[in-house]
């Protein structure tokens, strides 16, 4: 059922560059890891998205959470454009998107969770504290914040990762952040944090923070 989840959102976008994408994207995070992530996300209430993109995994988690609703923020208009022409082919109506720049959130509502999924190491790095701070305004002691990224090591991984990341945003520049880093950082933010290793047979060091508020 759920793998032909994955297939009707690829189906969704018109464009053959943006369905290799999408196929891209959900092989990277194939079925394992996107239940492992899911499996952190409450099966009820309001969950932000940071990060959307053309909303292939807010539309994945709405569509297998019908109880919750899913909002999607993304800097890209034509992204945030696309993402809505998805959600209304798909016929998918607890989702929302909007443009906006992570930078520039500010921990308005409250979430019963957020997740950034492969965003921090995007982010420039002197930006990512006050995120991390808003986003920890935004959700009430025992909500969850999901942080999915790169770990800085292994090197030979990391490189590879970097190599993939310029193929497909050539001018977007990455900082990957090393687990002893950004686990500190996100507890100093009022979060606990679990680190959840990803084992990939793909050279990818993925990570999962799942970070309680407290």
């Known amino acids: 059922m759920r793998s032909d989840t994955v297939r009707s959102i690829v189906r969704a976008y018109d464009d053959p560059v943006i369905r290799l994408y999408c196929w891209l994207r959900f092989g990277i995070l194939r079925q394992r890891f996107l239940d492992e992530i899911g499996q952190y996300l409450p099966a009820s209430g309001a969950v932000l998205d940071i990060g959307c993109g053309f909303g292939l995994f807010s539309l994945y988690y709405a569509a297998t959470g019908p109880g919750r609703f899913v909002r999607g ?3 890209d208009g034509r992204r945030i454009r696309m993402a809505r022409r998805a959600a209304a082919r798909l016929g998918i109506g607890n989702v929302a998107y909007e443009q906006g720049d992570a930078r520039d959130f500010k921990g308005d509502g409250e979430f019963a969770a957020a997740y950034m999924l492969d965003i921090v190491h995007h982010i420039p790095p002197d930006a990512v504290p006050p995120l991390c701070a808003a986003l920890r305004r935004s959700l009430a002691p025992g909500r969850r914040l999901l942080v999915k990224d790169v770990d800085a090591r292994p090197a030979a991984k990391r490189w590879f990762t970097w190599a993939l990341d310029k193929a497909m945003s050539p ?12 686990t500190p950082l996100l507890e100093s933010m009022g979060f606990r944090v679990y680190r959840h290793l990803m084992v990939d047979i793909l050279p990818y060091p993925h990570i999962l923070y799942v970070c309680t508020a407290v």
Not at 171 to 182: E, F, R, T
């Open 73 to 75: 923020i993304d800097v």
């Open 171 to 182: 001018s977007s520049p990455v900082h990957y952040w090393s687990a002893d880093d950004l």
